[in-house]
């Protein structure tokens, strides 16, 4: 079975311009979360969906952020303007079932530069 | 909402020896203990969980336990290895909620 897909891997970009990561979840699984990892602040969540639904986007940072999922498929983050302090790995990860034990399966992460 | 606290930040242990991360939680609700793992430069990965009902959970060389009363979870790493040299992060979820709270991740060196 293929396992959470990120890309890119790797995103260097510069001030103030629009980054968009996405992640593919793994297939049949309905929710869908949204981390960012930083030396500072540790694992971070931003949001997650549950059937394509934003169901909690209180660790979104700012309106810069926003997170869409359009399919069960398919989910995009998006920073525009990026700042320098949004470097950071960005992960995506995945679970099904209901109730609170679930095990989330982590993509590869996608590591963002600003400069 | 749940808060999770991790110790040690960091910890150092010679290979062969033992090393243990202990964690506690806020809400006695909480019901899932998984704990990750994370190598440098990798993505967290699920290395063994505990539920409620469950005092102890061992798997080859790791081993969680879980205190209920008190509120607080361990992972014990028996013979560590230079492999076992990670970030480690414990995490707790209960039934009225559909995400993990995570600790603050304890890096664990294991010196050859």
């Known amino acids: 079975d293929a396992g959470v897909i990120q890309s890119p891997r790797h995103e260097v970009t510069e001030m103030g311009q629009e980054v968009t990561l996405r992640c593919k979840p793994i297939s049949g699984h309905d929710y869908l979360f949204w981390y960012r990892q930083t030396m500072m602040r540790g694992l971070e969540l931003l949001i997650y969906f549950n059937n394509n639904v934003p169901i909690d986007d209180s660790g979104m940072p700012e309106d810069r952020f926003s997170a869409k999922m359009p399919n069960a498929s398919f989910s995009t983050l998006k920073i525009q303007p990026s700042e320098p302090r949004d470097s950071a790995v960005y992960f995506c990860?995945?679970?099904?079932?209901?109730?609170?034990?679930?095990?989330?399966?982590f993509g590869p992460g996608t590591r963002l530069l600003v400069l | 909402g749940e808060n999770v606290e991790q110790h040690p930040s960091t910890l150092s242990v010679q290979e062969g020896d033992s090393a243990v991360i202990k964690c506690t939680y806020s809400d006695s609700a909480s019901n899932y203990f998984p704990w990750y793992k994370q190598e440098l430069g990798k993505r967290p990965q699920l290395i063994i969980d505990?539920?409620?009902?469950?005092g102890e959970k061992k798997d080859q060389r790791i081993a969680v336990t879980l205190n209920k009363t008190a509120k607080h979870f361990s992972l014990h790493i028996t013979e560590t290895q230079p492999e076992d040299s990670a970030v480690y992060f414990c995490a707790a979820s209960n039934p009225g909620a559909n995400n993990l709270f995570f600790g603050t991740g304890t890096r664990l060196t294991v010196i050859p």
């Open positions: 990860a995945s679970s099904s079932g209901t109730g609170g034990m679930k095990t989330q399966y």
């Open positions: 505990i539920r409620s009902n469950v």
